[in-house]
Structures are given as structure tokens and as C-alpha cells.
T-cell receptor, first 119, second 115 residues
Framework: DQQVKQNSPSLSVQEGRISILNCDYT??????FLWYKKYPAEGPTFLIS?????DKNEDGRFTVFLNKSAKHLSLHIVPSQPGDSAVYFC??????????????????FGQGTILTVHP | DTAVSQTPKYLVTQMGNDKSIKCEQN?????MYWYKQDSKKFLKIMFS???????INETVPNRFSPKSPDKAHLNLHINSLELGDSAVYFC??????????????FGNGTRLTVT
């Protein structure tokens, strides 16, 4: 029962264009969402996050949108650069059983989307 | 000046052996985690320690035993290794366990292969 899903295993984009990575979740108790970027043979690195009280968060070329009614979030990268080529994971925090916050560090990850940006 | 470092990077061993993976963080964080990335590429939490105290223990076989000698270290010991244990294991750390939106910082992973 995967609560966070990234249905596109891969995405190919031309340099300078917009990359849109999508993520869906099923648990309405999630209240904080993150995107991580991962290069081969490295660990995931934090990219950007959004609280459930917001619907948009922007940081430079990266913008995350949250649609709570649809339980959907997306990451927009514009303009895309070849160095953005990596695996992108969305993750959600919170959920059933996290009352009191001791499990608040528990992230539920999607399976990742491989982004390739062509020069 | 690696923030979260884990050793070894690669580990190849035979079924039935016992092995350990070490993790250290120099970020001053008080919470550390072990995540497992399985063959389907999902990252799933195994354990979390806050100030040397176990606070998250997901459904993991008891052959896996985490040990935190201090808040900067979280080691993972695995007994009687099985083929299904083959995966990439990631250590991570963060500041706080409460409702602080502190992102996790990950190590580079340990690729465990059980033959």
C-alpha cells in the first residue's frame, strides 16, 4: 500500500524548457511535503519543501505546487539545465500514528522519477 | 567535511554472515535514521534514534539491530544475512523530532549484496 506515488518513472526535457515532476499521495494526514534530488552513487539531497497550509513555494528555479483536494503535488524546474539530470523523489511527512510528533521525522517516499535534461 | 558519512560504501557477503554498517554525522543533529532502498527503488524507514533513544522501529526483522553509542553515531548490525537483505541502506540525520520542518540529510548509501 504505497501512500506516495510518482507515476512517471522518467522524464526527458530540452535544456531551457520547463520540467514538471508529479507526485500523488493518498494519506490526508500528511502535512508536509519535500522534494529530494539524487545523483548516482550519492544520497538524496533536500531540494525544496512545502507545508500543507500553503499551495506554492518557490526557490529560484524550483517551485513546488500543492493541491490538497486532489492530493497532488508537483515540482516545476524552469529553466531546466543539464545539471538537473538526476532522480527526483517526493516525500511526505506526518500521517496516522504521528500524534505527539515523535515519529515526525518519518518520511514516506515515492519511487522516484528520472529526469534527463538534454543540451 | 562530509555531513553524513557511512561505511562501507559497498558490502558483498554470503548468506548467513553477520555484518555492520556505520554512520556518523557532524551536523550536530540530535536525530538519526536508517532507510532502506529496495529493488523497486522505494526508500523506506527502518529505524530512528533521538539522542540515543529509539523512537521509530518499523516492521523490520529482529536480525537488524541498530545501535547508537552517541547522538552523532548510528550503526546498523545485521545478523544471519539473507538474499532479500540485498539493498542500498541510507543513513540520515535531522534536527528535532517534533513538528519542526527540518529536512533529512542523507549519507551516500551502502550497497549491500548478499550472495
Amino acid at each position: 500500500d504505497q501512500q506516495v506515488k510518482q507515476n512517471s518513472p522518467s522524464l526527458s526535457v530540452q535544456e531551457g524548457r520547463i520540467s514538471i515532476l508529479n507526485c500523488d499521495y493518498t494519506n490526508s494526514m500528511f502535512d508536509y511535503f519535500l522534494w529530494y534530488k539524487k545523483y548516482p552513487a550519492e544520497g538524496p539531497t533536500f531540494l525544496i519543501s512545502i507545508s500543507s497550509i500553503k499551495d506554492k513555494n518557490e526557490d529560484g528555479r524550483f517551485t513546488v505546487f500543492l493541491n490538497k483536494s486532489a492530493k497532488h503535488l508537483s515540482l516545476h524546474i524552469v529553466p531546466s539545465q543539464p545539471g538537473d539530470s538526476a532522480v527526483y523523489f517526493c516525500a511526505a511527512r506526518g500521517g496516522k500514528g504521528n500524534a505527539g510528533g515523535t515519529s515526525y521525522g518519518k518520511l514516506t517516499f515515492g519511487q522516484g522519477t528520472i529526469l534527463t535534461v538534454h543540451p | 567535511d562530509t555531513a553524513v558519512s557511512q561505511t562501507p560504501k559497498y558490502l558483498v557477503t554470503q548468506m548467513g554472515n553477520d555484518k555492520s554498517i556505520k554512520c556518523e554525522q557532524n551536523l550536530g543533529h540530535d536525530t538519526m535514521y536508517w532507510y532502506k532502498q529496495d529493488s523497486k527503488k522505494f526508500l523506506k524507514i527502518m529505524f530512528s534514534y533521538n539522542n540515543k533513544e529509539l523512537i521509530i522501529n518499523e516492521t523490520v526483522p529482529n536480525r537488524f539491530s541498530p545501535k547508537s553509542p552517541d547522538k552523532a553515531h548510528l550503526n546498523l548490525h545485521i545478523n544471519s544475512l539473507e538474499l532479500g537483505d540485498s539493498a542500498v541502506y541510507f543513513c540520515a540525520s535531522s534536527q528535532g523530532t517534533g513538528r519542526l520542518n527540518s529536512p533529512l540529510h542523507f549519507g551516500n548509501g551502502t550497497r549491500l549484496t548478499v550472495t
